[in-house]
């Protein structure tokens, strides 16, 4: 057999997304399960060492404290995150399951289409959407400074 | 104890009686606002259906109608409070606006460089700003009365500078919260109004929380005013209660100008109105005065004495549930915040390991109803070096199966984060 087939395929962003609406459909609409679960994979989040946790790389616009702190190797962009309550570490999760170790191509021309079809906004109501919106931003505003930086490079 | 008929009282809340995210709503939102019942929200429609008219001013049918009703509710609200005058009874917008009206009237007349005003640390943030606002004009200072691990205030603590050490000719104006809206605590008001009128201050007492739980008599209590929101107690929002004693009221600037508080206008000068209507500038909130005067009746009706036991029941009965699964768990992850034995129907607590955002977000997907954070008293979380707090708030229309409902949607959180 040949070396690289044996290489597990990385699985695409659709990939991803429709593994995150299957999983939550599974709740059907049990809120309160829906949060457990959602609390349960922000516990999946590597632990991000605290030097990385300042000021500079807070999320604004959330309620919550959300840090965000990305890198670039390989061309590909790394992301570490940490929020102080659970729900929204749960949250943080999501996206960075969907875009960690990705090319700024990729992150940018992701069409987000698992947020309307889980119910985002009914599971977690106004004020957090708006800062679920906000991390998305930033994740999609240091792809942009990195796609920036490889071109002038 | 006359057993109250809750199954009737709940009847009368058409609110209660909903799904929320699937379940049954349970509202523990009571310090907050409480639900209206139906006596009170007809009254909204019947107004606005049969009466709707501007008030004092007319001589027609309507105008008559409207101002009667508008009157009688100032009635009902002087009988509620043992106030010796109706004239005493000023309608504002809220608590808010009551407390800001008094600093910028009274406060701007009696102020000046070096008085001093004392509140406690426990204020709720209306009970805050506006008196730091007016200081600050003034050059006067603002003093705290601090308060225990348990939630009272510090009165003659033989250590800390407590309230009676606090008072001196210099204090003016001593503002104090009759029931703490974040704790629950009930002050020792009387004490404190004998006290602070022993060196010739004056006592404004925000009973916002208050009105709803406690009998209040203004003239047992000798405070000088008394300010409430009728939104806390089964009434509408946008309308609020000054009670002032009629020669300050009377002494007093007024406040804001325009139509209705005036006597003569001339451009060269204008006499002002009598009380109460020198406070009440422009178009009041006719319609949700007039409903107010039927969350009172509401209330008189089953008996605040009936009320309050029962509601004390409910608080001795979360408190005990939640003390069961506390122990019932290792590390005891629930903290009450707020002790007293002093107390009316609010349980504020903390849970080890969990934010109270996602507690609040966790109880709300089983459809109840608390509020979560610092309840805008910011100061008093510091104090307990947190920043917010779980709170359940009980009315009459709740019942111990709720509390069922809620112990047992906590005891899943806890177990989930153990
Ligand atoms: C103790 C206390 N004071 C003042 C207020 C402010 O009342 P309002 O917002 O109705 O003006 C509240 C309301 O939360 C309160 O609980």
């Known amino acids: ?153 | 104890m006359a057993k109250l008929n809750i199954e009737s009282i709940r009847k009368q809340f058409p609110v209660l009686h909903q799904n929320v995210n699937g379940k049954p709503l349970i509202y523990f939102d009571n310090a907050a606002t409480t639900q209206k019942p139906l006596s009170v929200i007809n009254a909204i429609r019947d107004f606005y259906e049969h009466d709707n008219s501007n008030i004092h001013r007319g001589v027609h049918t309507l105008a008559e109608r409207a101002t009667t009703a508008f009157e009688a509710t100032r009635k009902t609200v002087q009988q509620f409070i043992n106030s010796k005058e109706s004239e005493e009874i000023i309608f504002t917008k809220g608590t808010t606006d009551s407390i800001n009206l008094v600093a910028q009237t009274f406060g701007k007349a009696n102020l000046k460089s070096g008085d001093e005003v004392i509140i406690s640390a426990m204020e709720h943030h209306s009970n805050i700003v506006p008196w730091q606002m007016i200081c600050e004009e003034k050059g006067a200072i603002l003093k705290v009365i601090p308060i225990n691990d348990a939630g009272e205030l510090l009165m003659d603590d033989p250590i800390a500078i407590g309230f009676e050490k606090l008072l001196s000719p210099k204090t003016k104006i001593v503002s104090v919260v009759y029931v703490s809206n974040a704790l629950g605590t009930i002050n020792p008001i009387k004490n404190i109004i004998e006290k602070a009128h022993a060196v010739g201050a004056k006592v404004l007492i925000d009973g916002a929380q208050a009105v709803s739980h406690l009998d209040i008599d203004v003239q047992e209590l000798d405070c000088d005013f008394l300010v409430f929101s009728a939104h806390k107690l089964y009434g509408p929002t946008g309308v609020g209660i000054l009670y002032g004693k009629l020669e300050l009221l009377e002494s007093m600037p007024p406040y804001q100008g325009g139509g209705e508080m005036i006597k003569e206008v001339t451009f060269e000068k204008t006499t002002y109105n009598d009380i109460p209507y020198k406070f009440e500038a422009g178009t009041p909130n006719i319609a949700d005065v007039i409903a107010f005067k039927y969350a009172i009746d509401f209330v008189n009706e089953i008996g605040k004495e009936e009320i309050r036991n029962y509601e004390n029941e409910l608080l001795s009965y979360c408190v005990n549930r939640l003390l069961e699964l506390n122990n019932s768990i290792t590390n005891n992850p629930i903290t009450f915040i707020g002790t007293s034995k002093n107390k009316i129907s609010v349980l504020s607590f903390t849970i080890n390991g969990m934010h109270h955002f996602d507690v609040g977000m966790m109880l709300d997907a089983k459809g109840i109803a608390v509020r979560t954070g610092h309840h805008c008293t910011q100061p008093l979380m510091k104090f307990f070096g947190i920043d917010g707090t779980i709170r359940a708030s009980f009315a009459v229309y709740n019942t111990k199966q709720e509390i069922d409902v809620f112990v047992e949607a906590i005891e899943r959180l806890v177990k989930f984060i153990k």
């Open chain 1, 1 to 153: 057999m040949h070396a690289t087939s044996l290489r597990i395929k990385m699985k695409t962003t659709t990939d991803i997304q429709n593994e995150i609406i299957e999983n939550f459909s599974l709740f059907e609409d049990d809120m309160e399960s829906r949060l457990f679960y959602l609390m349960d994979l922000g516990k999946k989040l590597p632990v991000m060492p605290d030097e990385h946790k300042t000021e500079d790389y807070i999320v604004k616009g959330c309620q919550s404290k959300v840090w965000l702190y990305p890198e670039i190797v390989d061309g590909k962009v790394i992301f570490e995150a940490d929020s102080n309550t659970e729900i929204t570490k749960g949250l943080v999760y999501l996206l960075v399951q969907l875009w960690n170790n990705r090319t700024p191509d990729e992150i940018l021309n992701t069409d987000l289409y698992f947020i309307d079809k889980i119910g985002m906004s009914r599971m977690i109501g106004s004020q957090r959407s708006n800062g679920f919106a906000s991390m998305i931003k930033q994740m999609k505003m240091y792809a942009v400074v990195y796609k920036e930086k490889v071109k002038s490079l």
